[in-house]
């Protein structure tokens, strides 16, 4: 109850913050490329539980291929570079977390694809809402510029990348704690501010 009022609480303060800033957000999007300017996605949540993830389109419209993306991918816009380095697309998920669909901080949500894979694991992950952020956000902050390296980076994800990252958020989903949670955030925003390197 703590935590979920800890989430309710700091959501609607960071909404109110942030929402003076979304227009012009929009805007850069909107004279960038043609499309909406939120993206959803169908991710899997607390005891499995479909919902759509909020974020700042970053991508070119009508785009196929894999639901990962690596540094240097030619479906991401300019201003969706910038969105993208600053963590700013991410914003829009302070509304999953007012939904309630997530928490500030929990198991990053993946899309069914993934979770099918991992289904073991995700049956002990997914006893908690998934986050914004987490021990593996932080740890692999740079997730992009890692898999751009790779010949094939979604086969690097489900291989090496994905499993630590599982392995990283299940310490936390053992014992989530309120007071866990704040440091966890703090941890995120300094490394954002330091560039995003791990």
């Known amino acids: 109850m703590a935590k979920r009022l800890f989430d309710i609480a700091l959501s609607i303060a960071g909404l109110a913050a942030l929402l003076p800033f979304f227009p012009v957000i929009g805007l850069l999007i909107k004279l960038d490329s043609p499309g909406p300017v939120f993206f959803r996605q169908e991710r899997v949540g607390r005891d499995f539980r479909r919902f759509s993830i909020y974020k700042f389109r970053s991508m070119?419209?009508?785009?196929?291929?894999?639901?990962?993306?690596?540094?240097?991918?030619?479906?991401?816009?300019r201003a969706g570079r910038i969105l993208r380095r600053?963590?700013?697309?991410?914003?829009?998920?302070?509304?999953?977390?007012?939904?309630?669909?997530?928490?500030?901080v929990g198991p990053r949500p993946e899309v069914e694809k993934y979770v099918g894979l991992f289904r073991e694991d995700y049956e002990r992950l997914l006893k908690?809402?998934?986050?914004i952020t987490d021990p593996a956000s932080?740890?692999?902050?740079?997730?992009?510029?890692?898999?751009?390296?790779s010949p094939d980076a979604e086969e690097?994800?489900?291989?090496?990348?994905?499993?630590?990252?599982?392995?990283?958020?299940?310490?936390?989903?053992?014992a989530p704690r309120l007071t866990a949670d704040v440091g966890i955030i703090v941890r995120t925003l300094l490394r954002i501010k330091g560039g995003g390197r791990a």
């Open 128 to 131: 908690v809402r998934p986050g």
């Open 138 to 149: 932080i740890r692999y902050s740079d997730e992009e510029c890692i898999l751009a390296s």
């Open 86 to 104: 600053s963590k700013i697309d991410e914003l829009p998920q302070l509304i999953n977390v007012l939904k309630g669909e997530m928490s500030f």
């Open 60 to 77: 070119y419209t009508g785009n196929s291929g894999p639901s990962l993306t690596a540094r240097g991918d030619k479906r991401v816009t």
């Open 156 to 174: 690097d994800y489900i291989r090496h990348v994905l499993p630590e990252k599982i392995r990283l958020a299940a310490s936390y989903a053992a």
